[in-house]
């Protein structure tokens, strides 16, 4: 049989040869792929990525049954090449015999022919693979918005996808806001001063008649002003509308399609007294409702945030709003960096002697030893780290400030229960140690304190922006160099004058509390929260105002405490750092410290305008009081 099909093959042409070795890999190759090598379409979901229509859903059983045979060509594979290097080496072996005869290399020149055809073959798909997956990424970029009504349909509850990392989130980023309710513009106190007058409706125009969803449409539209919804309509359904509003940007910014981001956020009096008994207060009588407002866009590191305000302080809201247009309409937004993160116990201990506490300060300073109370003070936690001890002598008196990292938690019961650990094992290595008091004042905790000041205390972020003088002209309604001499001249030399201790600043203490009472954060600790220099300057080739604020002590957390009021965490919902980030300990904690950092900034840029042009007064007068009946 061998001896007919080789003299047949003698018989054939080179090109006769070649094409009967291609049309038998093409046969093959459809062998293999099935009835589904006719298109793309039913190719696996691990070659094209996704489905690329909803349309798809209606073929899933179909397309189940008939998916190509591709782990067939791993087995192909392996013994082709087998194949191919075994007829090598035989040939290899004893190749002035076989070049001789001329059946035994025709045999050879047959086998590696159809190897390399095979081979050929292979690699040709793979590059058709690679162009499908070019122009599936192509389509899905093209129409990312139904990628992401199907992506639970597009991606298979496998091992094998499970295993794949997540691609990473897209930053949205909205454009400034149209429109501010800002108390310290002289141009509101015009009625008729509206940069959209005419596309808005008149505000003689009834609109109590329409719906809830076609007056949110009106304001999205920008025919409506937001600020304005408590006049056009009455308080109560103004807030109803205002959350469909709010409802719909959230959305949009955190990419979701159904989140109800408002739900745990009550219209009305409720309060669940459940979830306060053991964890907030005792002997509960009832509670203080606050309103809470929400300002954004702030476009904060290439991205679009909103953030909420609880408060009782007229104006001050819509101050910030005008602070986080301003900043949105420059060039990056605001930048923000942490450069330290880290909460802090100073536990106060008494030796026998000076000489002892000052031989404990010295043993707290070698590195071996850091690492023996390291492993002391992590025995007790699951994300606690210790990062540092200071130690600070006073006469016997020894005040170790403990440095710890917390993840996402605002972290003082954390660092407290490490820092007994850290106590009873000093007290192993010095007998006469003795514990006076958990804390001894230099944490520092809910007092000024310039330890806080100099070494931060929690988060320690920086942020900056620059506001082109146009936007400061028309939206700030002053001047950079007027902005930069009242800043000098009130948050720098009148802060000094008056010796302050991390204030040098002109009102972070009333953003940096409204958003903690909003988001379940120890309102006490506004005290080094607080801490903040804000800087300005006018950039000399361009004339545009740079500011910064640098906070070195901001104490915040997303669970615990507070934070498990559904309230609260619905405000942290709003941030899109509501509770613990599971892959990476402390990220939604920073993500708030940073928030904070920015509002902050914002509401320093306002309130310092409103000052620099002399419209502070005159415009509180004019918003800010209550209508007499």
């Avoid at 087995?75 to 002035?96: H, K, Q």
């Avoid at 901001?554 to 498990?564: A, D, L, P, R």
């Avoid at 900034?601 to 800010?624: C, D, F, I, R």
């Amino acid at each position: 049989m061998a001896s007919v099909i080789s003299n047949y093959i003698d018989e054939l042409s080179s090109t006769q040869l070649y094409t009967a070795i291609v049309g038998a890999t093409v046969t093959l190759c459809v062998v293999l792929l099935g009835p589904a090598a006719g298109g793309n379409e039913n190719l696996p979901n691990n070659m094209l990525g996704t489905t690329t229509t909803s349309n798809d859903n209606n073929k899933k059983n179909a397309q189940q049954k008939q998916q190509p045979k591709w782990y067939l060509f791993k087995y192909i594979n392996v013994g082709v090449f087998c194949m191919f290097v075994s007829s090598v080496a035989i040939f290899l072996w004893d190749a002035s015999t076989y070049i001789h005869n001329g059946d035994r290399m025709t045999q050879f020149l047959v086998g590696w022919s159809l190897c390399l055809c095979y081979f050929f073959g292979f690699f040709g798909v793979f590059f058709i693979h690679q162009d499908l997956l070019m122009n599936q990424n192509q389509n899905q970029q093209g129409d990312s918005s139904d990628i992401a009504e199907n992506k639970q349909e597009m991606v298979p509850k496998t091992k094998e996808v499970k295993s794949v990392s997540p691609p990473p989130k897209a930053k949205v980023v909205h454009e400034p806001a149209a429109c501010a309710p800002v108390c310290s513009d002289p141009a509101s106190f015009n009625s008729s001063s509206s940069s959209n007058k005419k596309a808005a409706i008149s505000k003689d125009t009834d609109i109590t008649g329409m719906t809830n969803d076609e007056i949110a449409q009106l304001v999205l539209d920008l025919q409506v002003k937001d600020h304005e919804l408590e006049k056009r309509l009455d308080p109560f359904r103004a807030v109803t509308v205002r959350r469909m509003i709010a409802q719909h940007k959230l959305q949009s910014v955190h990419s979701a399609s159904s989140s109800a981001f408002l739900e745990d956020l009550p219209e009305g009096p409720s309060l669940d007294y459940s979830k306060v008994f053991g964890t907030n207060c005792e002997m509960v009588v009832g509670y203080v409702p606050l309103p809470v407002g929400m300002v954004g866009p702030l476009t904060l590191n290439g991205e679009s945030v909103y953030f909420p305000m609880a408060t009782t302080e007229g104006c001050l809201v819509a101050s910030t709003q005008r602070g986080a247009k301003a900043i949105s309409q420059g060039t990056l937004g605001a930048q923000a960096l942490i450069v330290k993160d880290g909460i802090t116990r100073a536990p106060c201990v008494r030796m026998a002697s000076a000489m002892e506490a000052a031989q404990l300060k010295l043993w707290c300073q070698e590195a071996a030893n850091l690492q023996v109370l390291k492993e002391a003070f992590e025995s007790t936690t699951s994300f606690g780290k210790l990062l540092e001890c200071h130690a600070t002598v006073a006469g016997k008196n020894v005040y170790l400030r403990l440095v710890c990292f917390s993840g996402d938690a605002m972290g003082m019961n954390m660092v407290s229960k490490g820092s007994l650990k850290v106590i009873e094992t000093l007290q192993n290595i010095f007998p006469n140690l003795e514990l006076v008091a958990l804390s001894g004042n230099m944490c520092t905790d809910k007092k000024a304190a310039a330890t806080n000041w100099l070494h931060g205390r929690g988060k320690s972020v920086v942020v900056e922006a620059v506001i082109p003088k146009d936007v400061v002209k028309k939206t700030l309604k002053t001047t950079v160099p007027a902005l930069v001499s009242t800043n000098q001249n009130k948050n720098l030399i009148g802060s000094a004058m008056a010796g302050a201790m991390g204030g040098f600043n002109a009102h972070a203490s009333n953003i940096v509390t409204a958003i903690f009472l909003a988001t379940g954060q120890d309102p006490a600790q506004n005290v080094e929260s607080a801490n903040c220099i804000t800087l300005m300057e006018q950039v000399e080739e361009t004339g545009d105002l740079w500011i910064s604020c640098t906070m070195p002590s901001i104490e915040v957390g997303t669970v615990g405490g507070g934070t498990t009021l559904p309230a609260q965490a619905a405000c942290l919902e709003i941030l899109g750092c509501k509770g613990g980030s599971r892959e990476n300990p402390g990220k939604n904690a920073q993500k708030l410290a940073l928030v904070v950092a920015a509002a902050t900034m914002a509401g320093e840029l306002s309130l310092m305008s409103a000052l620099a042009a002399n419209t502070l007064v005159q415009a509180h007068m004019k918003h800010n009081r209550k209508k007499t009946v």
